[in-house]
């Protein structure tokens, strides 16, 4: 029974270079086989935005997008991505505007120790962009996708609604 | 003076825009350069003779840079100075599942787990002591027999107040019922993690997850027998504590000595699976309580047995065991009490602080005996329950001294708004509605290390641009205790809440504060802010006056509350350092808009024009604020516990819906009557019951630490479940403040207080619904279902 950082294996077989987008911006790296794609992003890229809650697809924290659609970014391996275009929370804001659903999180009190708050933002920007209109249902589903230990996801509720909010007032 | 521009008003946190956009950095998050990863050996025993440990070959390993064992450290430790018990790394025995054994550290975090592998131990497995009445029996060889018990009792704790035999005789209902509770965890997303930073001179910067900056510095010096100045501990963003990063932990000690003897920096995280191994949660607890109660009375007499299971190291635990039978003084007069608590040793994860500390499991018994008296009565549990909650400016019979209490008027809206008299009792079968209320600390008011320094103390810097800075030692945990501190500095030297910065928790930069444990940063830290604030103030004000030509004000001298009762019955002897609690700070200016006015004259003069002149003589503008508790209490053994300068007092109204098929149980709606004294910020007092309310209904319906033969079998988020977004009632807050005259600006305590009265609101709900009584947590499916069942074949 043992802990510690599981980076990058040496000798776990053929390293390979992998060429991909992440945050719009083309990457080439060698990466070893079975290198996650939260370690390749917060290892060997330094964006440490994406969170670690657990390593095993169960937190929920580690979210980004990869071509678009959420995933778990600890289950996946890095060498499959080829091509691929991920997302991360450092590409989410355009700039210095924050993207709707950032800006309710903020305001509404969604946010205290922040830990889950990047991969709820990750799947929330998936959402609307899917569904500008999420019912409370479709609400709830997306917000649990990730453990929040602090908030009881009332908050998070309420800025997912304030942002479905603002989206229909803006295309009525 | 009473209409604030700040506080009182909803304030996101000051980085939450950091932590929306990623860029908030964590433990973990640090790149230092040319670092060496650590691991950890943990032990697959729970108890077990360590007879040698080999080494060689995991040294021999290219790449490893150090290996250590217990014999790398001589002395133990444990946040208690009453019980430093626990070892960095274990010495000759190992006392439960994933206790460290050996540590390594590599140049890859690959290497370092490939090591690990290389390191062999030879135990000899013993049997171990899994539960508390095993505990309890005979031994010749304890888990610590350094205590030189002869059983694995670690400690007991018996106080008696009033004549509970006589309180019992006086009573018209009396019932005495067993109740049994299981372990549960913090489950905080962001695992403990830690990175050492060395310099050339062997000074060590220690970044780590922790609640406790101030005990991690002392606990490391300590430990690893260097001078205390050459350790600098810095907590970064931390990804939730409640409690359980409450502690000095090994692997601080083990990243901290790799970093000693390698000469290089050390990174160290956990994975989800060690953080169930390291534990620290709420103790599983076996006790039996017995109340009186008389409809004209009130409680004639409460009495308690607790058996609480400490796990193998000592940890809060002593804490613990007073807080089990004194936080039942509220939110109830109780004039005859007697309790007995015993904290045992086991082979297993230990137990310590968890949010409601000590105070949550006994909250369940009483509040659920509570109703079982008031139903038998024939009074309505909501109406008699506001009838007897404290008054204010009494003092408890183990002479707690309760001041503000919000509650009464509280909870009468909260019953308003709930439809109390509608629902309850007349809601269809399968529906029901309940109550409770509970009370908890505002800091505890005597240091754990006795020293005559301030509880806390703040530093506040004012530089030329008009930048405010406000350096504080206290933890920001995810609950908002920087943002807190800005607002009140903000509101004292009347600038904009992004004025103002604030280092935190940076045991160089930043003065002593005790850490986030207790609920008391608000309270303490608070305070300290506050004094800090008036002072630079009163600099401003000279200067203003310089300025304007006027006479410079007089300050009285820090007048002590008149009222002696408010002092804690002490004589008045503030220490001229101290400016008092919660202070006046009406000095006739107004300070706004970048403006300092005076109020008599109407002259004015600009805030950047006040900054200048009052920097020319001294170049620079810094000035110190203090919070100091009155003192208070009785001279028994054992009267400090608990004691606090201020309490905070919550009821929750609970429905519930009941599946008459199942015994499943959803909370439908809570509305939640807190009195938090005045609310600084009402967003982050709402984020903190809201997040109660979370973890309360997680313990209460399905959280539970599983253990088989010491081993944690759910130490993952798949099988120790907590509640989801589609559990999570609504919740409405009514209003329930009170004024707290020695808090900050009037406030108590919000992010502990709330969470115990839910689990028995949850469950005297329960009792509504279906008219059954459960006395043991969780409140399971098929538990409910049983004790349905068996109502029924009655
Ligand atoms: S880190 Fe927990 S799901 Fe990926
Ligand atoms: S805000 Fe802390 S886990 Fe969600």
Not at chain 2, 132 to 143: E, G, S, Y
Request: charged residues 20%.
């Amino acid at each position: 029974m043992n802990s510690g950082i599981d980076g990058a294996q040496p000798d776990a077989g053929a390293v390979r270079l992998l060429s991909l987008a992440v945050n719009g911006q083309r990457q080439q790296r060698a990466v070893a086989p079975d290198i996650t794609l939260l370690d390749f992003l917060r290892e060997q890229l330094g964006l440490t935005g994406s969170k670690r809650g657990c390593d095993l697809g169960e937190c929920g924290c580690c979210a980004v997008l990869v071509d678009g659609r959420p995933m778990l970014s600890c289950l996946l391996p890095a060498a499959d991505l080829e091509h691929s275009a991920i997302t991360t929370i450092e590409g989410i804001a355009a700039g210095t505007a924050l993207h709707p659903l950032q800006q309710a999180m903020i305001d509404e009190g969604a946010v205290q120790c922040g830990y889950c708050t990047p991969a709820m933002v990750i799947n929330g920007v998936h959402l609307f962009a899917s569904e500008p209109r999420p019912d409370a249902e479709a609400i709830r589903t997306c917000i649990s996708a990730t453990s929040c230990r602090c908030t009881g996801y009332n908050r998070i509720v309420q800025a997912f609604e304030r942002t479905a909010e603002r989206f229909a007032e803006e295309q009525p | 003076m009473n209409a604030y521009r700040i506080v009182g008003t909803p304030q996101p946190q000051i980085d939450a825009r950091d932590k929306v956009t990623g860029r908030a950095r964590y433990t973990d998050d640090i790149r230092l350069p040319n670092c060496l990863h650590a691991a950890i050996l943990r032990s697959p025993h729970a108890s077990a003779r360590i007879r040698a440990i080999d080494t060689a070959r995991a040294i021999a390993l290219p790449g490893v840079r150090a290996v250590l064992t217990g014999a790398d450290f001589e002395r133990t430790f444990g946040v208690l100075p009453i019980s430093k018990d626990e070892p960095a790394l274990a010495r000759e025995r190992v006392r439960y599942v994933g206790e460290p054994v050996a540590a390594v550290a590599a140049e890859t975090a690959a290497l370092a787990a490939a090591a690990l592998a290389l390191i062999a131990v030879d135990y000899l497995p013993t049997t171990p002591v899994l539960d508390v009445r095993q505990a309890l029996r005979p031994t010749d060889d304890p888990l610590h027999p350094e205590l030189s018990h002869d059983n694995n009792l670690h400690k007991q704790v018996e106080q008696c107040f009033g004549d509970p035999e006589a309180g019992f005789a006086q009573a018209s209902v009396v019932f005495e019922k067993r109740f049994s509770f299981p372990s549960v965890t913090h489950a905080f997303t962001e695992p403990h993690a830690v990175q050492v930073e060395i310099d050339g001179r062997g000074n060590l910067t220690v970044y780590s997850a922790t609640q406790v900056p101030h005990y991690v510095h002392l606990a490391l010096a300590q430990v690893l027998d260097i001078d205390e100045h050459r350790v600098r501990v810095i907590k970064p963003h931390l990804g939730g504590g409640f409690g359980g990063k409450s502690d000095p932990f090994p692997h601080e000690m083990i990243a901290a000595r790799l970093a000693l003897v390698t000469g290089r920096n050390v990174r160290l995280r956990f994975s989800r699976e060690d953080v169930f191994f390291s534990h620290h949660g709420r103790h599983p607890t076996q006790l039996t309580m017995k109340l009186g109660f008389h409809p004209g009375r009130g409680i004639t007499a409460l009495t308690g047995d607790f058996l609480i299971d400490g796990g193998a190291y000592g940890s809060f635990g002593v804490v613990t065991t007073y807080y089990n039978g004194v936080l039942l003084q509220g939110p109830y007069p109780v004039p005859n009490f007697a309790f007995r608590c015993r904290r045992m040793y086991t082979n297993k994860p230990m137990c310590g602080a968890m949010r409601g500390h000590g105070g949550v499991n006994p909250r369940f018994a009483s509040e659920v005996l509570m109703d079982m008296a008031l139903v038998q009565s024939g009074l309505d549990p909501c109406q008699a329950r506001i009838d007897l909650i404290h008054r204010e400016n009494t003092l408890t019979i183990n002479e707690f001294r309760i001041t503000s209490v919000g509650l009464k008027r509280g909870l009468e809206e909260a019953m308003r708004r709930s439809d109390w008299r509608d629902k309850y009792g007349k809601l269809p079968y399968g529906k029901g509605i309940g109550v409770a209320c509970g009370f908890f600390i505002s800091g505890s008011a005597l240091p754990i290390h006795r020293n005559r320094r301030p509880a806390s103390t703040v530093r506040l810097t004012l530089e030329f641009d008009g930048a405010v800075t406000v350096y504080s030692g206290a933890a920001d945990i995810g609950q908002g205790s920087d943002t807190v501190l800005a607002m009140m500095a903000a509101e004292v030297l009347g600038v904009d809440l992004g004025q103002v910065k604030v280092v935190a928790a940076d045991t160089r930069l930043t003065p002593v504060d005790l850490g986030s444990y207790s609920s008391r940063v608000t309270f303490m830290a608070g305070n300290a802010a506050r004094n800090a604030a008036i002072r630079m103030r009163r600099l401003l004000v000279a200067a203003a006056c310089r300025l304007l030509e006027l006479p410079a004000p007089e300050y009285r001298a820090p007048a002590p509350p008149e009222d002696r009762f408010r002092q804690g019955g002490r004589s008045p002897d503030f220490d001229a350092d101290f400016l008092g609690a919660n202070p006046d700070y009406d000095d006739g200016f107004e300070f706004a808009d970048g403006r300092i006015r005076h109020l008599g004259s109407g002259r004015e003069t600009g805030f950047l024009a006040a900054v200048h002149a009052a920097i020319e003589g001294p170049g620079v503008l810094q000035t110190v604020g203090n919070y100091r508790p009155p003192k208070l209490g009785g001279s028994f053994k054992g009267a400090g516990a608990g004691l606090s300068p201020a309490y905070s007092f919550t009821a929750f109204i609970v429905e519930v819906s009941v599946d008459p098929d199942t015994g499943f149980v959803k909370v439908d709606k809570a509305t939640c009557a807190h009195d938090c004294g005045f609310a600084l910020n009402p967003l982050a007092v709402r984020g903190q019951i809201e997040g109660c309310f979370h973890m309360g209904m997680g313990q209460a319906l399905m959280e539970e630490v599983l253990h088989d033969n010491g081993a944690v079998q759910n130490a993952g988020f798949l099988e120790y479940k907590i509640p989801s977004p589609f559990e999570q009632p609504e919740i409405d807050l009514v209003p329930s403040t009170s004024d707290e005259s020695e808090g900050p600006f009037g406030a108590k305590e919000a992010g502990e207080g709330p969470l115990a009265p839910v689990i028995p609101a949850i469950a005297n709900a329960i009792f509504d619904a279906v008219g059954v009584r459960l006395f043991e947590l969780p409140l399971r499916p098929d538990r409910v279902l049983a004790a349905m069942r068996k109502a029924t074949a009655r």
